[in-house]
């Protein structure tokens, strides 16, 4: 289990919000527009809705890892690499960065931007500091703080 309510996800990893720009939503959408680090994320809302004021905001972006393409990079990748974060289609991202937190289901990576990545199974032993190569399966979600 990932999570065992919205409200205890979102303050169990507040301390890696992202810090950004949220935009208005359409009436009815279950997507923040939220733009951080050079990025604009379309988010799935899971606090809300119209929790979300426009303007700065802090936000726990969390993904569902693709585990077929994910990995541990070895340490001569990791000493080489750079935080990397692409967005792929409406809300999915793939890229490079350092691990900040590891747990059995759930790794906090630093791409550009703090993310809280899950698998619904074990994830691969890893120790913060290592670097990692992801993709998320779609939709990202986001817990405003």
């Known amino acids: 289990m990932l999570e065992s309510s919205e409200t205890e996800f979102a303050s169990r990893y507040a301390a890696f919000a ?16 939220f733009a951080t680090a050079g990025r604009v994320l379309y988010l799935f ?17 969390h993904g569902i890892l693709d585990l077929a393409e994910t990995r541990r990079l070895t340490p ?23 691990v ?24 691969p032993a890893i120790q913060v500091g290592e670097w990692v190569a992801f993709r998320t399966l779609p939709p990202l979600h986001g817990f405003l703080i």
Do not use: I, K, M
């Not at 809302?45 to 972006?61: E, F, H, I, T």
């Not at 630093?110 to 698998?119: N, S």
């Open 76 to 98: 001569e990748e990791g000493g080489a690499a750079r935080e990397t974060l692409t967005v792929l289609g409406v809300s999915s991202v793939e890229g490079v960065g350092e």
């Open 100 to 123: 900040l937190s590891a747990g059995p289901q759930v790794w906090v990576v630093r791409a550009r931007l703090p993310l809280v990545l899950a698998a619904f199974g074990p994830l």
């Open 45 to 61: 809302d899971r606090l809300g809705p119209y929790l979300g004021r426009p303007g700065p905001a802090r936000v726990v972006v």
């Open 18 to 33: 992202a810090q950004g720009q949220l935009y208005p939503q359409r009436e009815g959408s279950p997507l923040l527009e």
